[in-house]
């Protein structure tokens, strides 16, 4: 079994990191996977152009990292995306990604299962955090993905995900139970 997870914040170490490390040490303790764990932040990823050459010719026209991650996401059994929410959204950096997938094949994506992590410090009512979940089954619904699952922490409170000891146990028994 092999986990693709996708870290989609530009900070290495923080909230959105420590959520998504715990969920994976709670799978990798308990399963015998490989996880690939992709920071998104160290890749040179362009925006997708919108040419349509991948429909034409099988590939992506662009030369960039995502060549590299392409081998990631189609070797993959279980996705991962992290992200923190900014404006109602993910971050520039999974969008970015998210958007590259185009490029894949039906055969690529459909079947795969995948597990949505965000971090966001407002918890108001059609916030963030309801918008991109909702952005993310629509996608998945349309390219084949099944979703396991969805987990968010508000850290509005001033208590940042790494002292909050009962969003840390939940994460780490839900990656356990993964499989």
């Known amino acids: 079994m092999k986990i693709g997870a996708f870290m989609g914040s530009p900070h ?6 420590i959520l998504l490390n715990k969920f994976l040490k709670g799978v990798n303790d308990n399963h ?13 990823i362009s925006p997708c152009m919108a040419c349509n050459y991948c ?8 030369k960039d990292d995502m060549v590299k991650l392409y ?17 109602w959204s993910m971050s520039a950096q999974l ?6 997938t185009y ?11 995948a597990y949505l992590l965000m971090t966001y410090g ?7 955090p309801e918008l991109t979940e909702k952005m993310f089954k629509d ?15 508000c850290t509005d409170e001033n208590v940042p995900v790494k002292d909050n000891t009962l969003a840390l146990e939940e994460i780490y028994k839900i990656g356990k139970e993964l499989i």
């Open 12 to 17: 290495k170490s923080g909230n959105t990191a």
């Open 122 to 128: 407002g918890a108001m009512p059609n916030s963030g």
């Open 95 to 100: 969008k970015t990604f998210i958007d590259r």
């Open 55 to 62: 429909k034409r010719e099988g590939e992506c026209i662009q």
């Open 32 to 44: 015998k996977v490989t996880i690939e764990n992709i920071f998104l932040q160290e890749y040179k």
């Open 103 to 113: 490029a894949l094949e039906e055969k690529d994506r459909k079947g795969k299962k």
């Open 71 to 87: 081998d990631v996401f189609k070797q993959s059994d279980i996705l991962v995306f992290a992200t923190p929410i900014y404006w």
């Open 139 to 153: 996608i998945f619904d349309y390219v084949g993905i099944e979703l396991l699952g969805v987990y968010g922490v």
